[in-house]
């Protein structure tokens, strides 16, 4: 097991369209280095809140290296580079790599089901035999509301004992906390992050690393103040507050929902675009929303407050 | 409603790979020819059993042209043109176009689940906009086994009023009976491919097209007599037949299987090649199902027998 590549709040981040829904690089790179100011200690670009599958791998290449590009650092991005087919995976993660990235995030291929820890275990290390790079930090990509099939116990250890410099960390969005905790438990020095805040300080008594959470799109500053002060007295109210946040933008299907209110802080309606199948909110929407989070203290960008 | 560009037999043709994993054009083109010679009187290229989706939308492309350009009727192919990825849909369903393909099979996008009939219409609206050619002749694929959501009743309704002359038919691998016989009932003309020769004669019986299967890629000849024959008294007989045929193939995971048999027929032992997540059999385990389903009659490549 090696040191930890990332630790702290990570966030999937959004992925800004124009109006004929082609990715705009200009902005996504602007957007991270806001995310960045406004808390996250990290970010996953292309993850599911990213619409990353949605996307073509050679879109998801270009906005990587428009990102880097604009100077954003490459070791604090840990993009997705999964894929159905080992070919595109295999090029997303090279590519990442080549590019200096901090990690990668890789979901197993999510169109066949019923498939075994064998079958999933080919896939994963023939990607990392394929992109054959020692630099390659490769973190796991649980999340079975989506792609069903989820990564066994059994399979992390297997990949562990076979890539133990490699394989170094996991993401679980089951949004079951027994599993995460069996998780810390089994494999003690894996950077193990919860995939929502509403894990956070969980994952943080129980030896985890953090948490990579979709609402680090708009609500970073006040999480990360959790994932700083979790041994404090007070961060049992804080993990309730922003778990209430959570809750609010939840109203709304996820990716839309924090669209529209980046959409209504900034005043630009292009926030607003979404790929199919999802479909966008409105402008109005977006406002109302922004009235309801604010109430509750999350009021936009805003540098991480002091403590 | 047009007239059906497509009846009969179609096979989702099993994609040959080289022994490091990149498909073999030249050989796909071979097996497209041997399908059709076979009993195939079409064929759906790039479908689940082709291993489509762990393929890269450039490798689909590549692999069509060379089975046009090896002289394969265009017309005569169905190619899966479907993505999780806008863009990538388009461009696949495009190429697939301007190819002078008679058809494409198109999945929804299955990344996200619990998505809206609104937000599906979106992506097979947008893709059809956006492909923008009168050409364009689109088969819904509905296979919630894999995709877990599935195409309703009222999105094929609304497809086919916006696109009518665009929309012409689906492939239901529900394995559902009563689904496709729901949709008989409520989309006279339209052209509705059961997903298995389980449900042939039901399908013709009820005013079915025919089907796109499998086991086309092993037993092509057997299920073309039964859609020639689906009026005669025998066919009941035959139907079972052809259904216990099937059943042995299954002992195995679907795709290695016929493909373990394709490599004991041919000799070829390349034919065993399958893709992560999946894992091939063994030449010996093709062999011994090669002796029980030619206890069935089914005995390999040969010309459609004469009736």
Redesign the interface.
């Known amino acids: 097991m090696t040191t930890q590549a990332f630790t702290g709040i990570l966030s999937p981040v959004l992925t800004p369209f124009d109006n004929d829904?082609r990715p705009n690089g200009r902005k996504l790179a602007a957007f991270c280095k806001s995310l960045l100011a406004e808390g996250c200690t990290a970010l996953a670009p292309f993850g599911?809140n990213s619409e990353a599958?949605?996307?073509?791998?050679e879109?998801r290449m270009d906005l990587l290296e428009q990102v880097i590009g604009a100077g954003v650092d490459a070791k604090k991005l840990m993009p997705g580079t999964g894929a159905?087919?080992?070919?595109?995976a295999v090029?997303a993660t090279k590519h990442a790599v080549a590019k200096g990235c901090g990690g990668v995030l890789v979901l197993?291929?999510?169109?066949?089901?019923g498939?075994?820890d064998?079958?999933?275990y080919?896939?994963f290390s023939?990607t990392i035999q394929r992109v054959g790079d020692a630099r390659l930090k490769m973190y796991l990509y649980h999340i079975p509301?989506?792609?069903?099939q989820g990564i066994s116990h059994d399979l992390i250890e297997r990949l562990i004992k076979a890539y133990p410099t490699t394989v170094v960390g996991i993401k679980d969005s089951s949004g079951d906390w027994k599993n995460t905790e069996a998780m810390l438990k089994r494999f003690p020095g894996f950077g193990i992050f919860a995939g929502s805040e509403d894990f956070l300080l969980a994952n943080m008594r129980a030896g985890g690393v953090g948490c990579i959470t979709a609402t680090g799109n708009v609500n970073a500053g006040m999480i990360r103040q959790l994932f700083e002060g979790w041994q404090k007295p007070d961060a049992d109210q804080k993990q309730a507050h922003i778990s209430t946040v959570r809750k609010t933008i939840q109203r709304h299907p996820m990716i839309p929902s924090m669209k529209s209110l980046r959409a209504a802080w900034s005043g630009d309606t292009a926030w607003l675009n979404v790929?199919?199948?999802?479909?966008p909110l409105t402008m109005e929407q977006g406002k109302a929303l922004a009235a309801d989070v604010a109430k509750l203290g999350c009021k936009g960008p805003e540098m991480v407050p002091a403590e």
Do not use: H, W
């Open positions: 829904l599911t599958n949605s996307m073509s791998v879109e159905c087919a080992l070919s595109d090029r197993p291929p999510f169109y066949y089901k498939m075994s064998d079958g999933f080919r896939f023939e509301p989506q792609t069903v790929l199919p199948p999802f479909l």
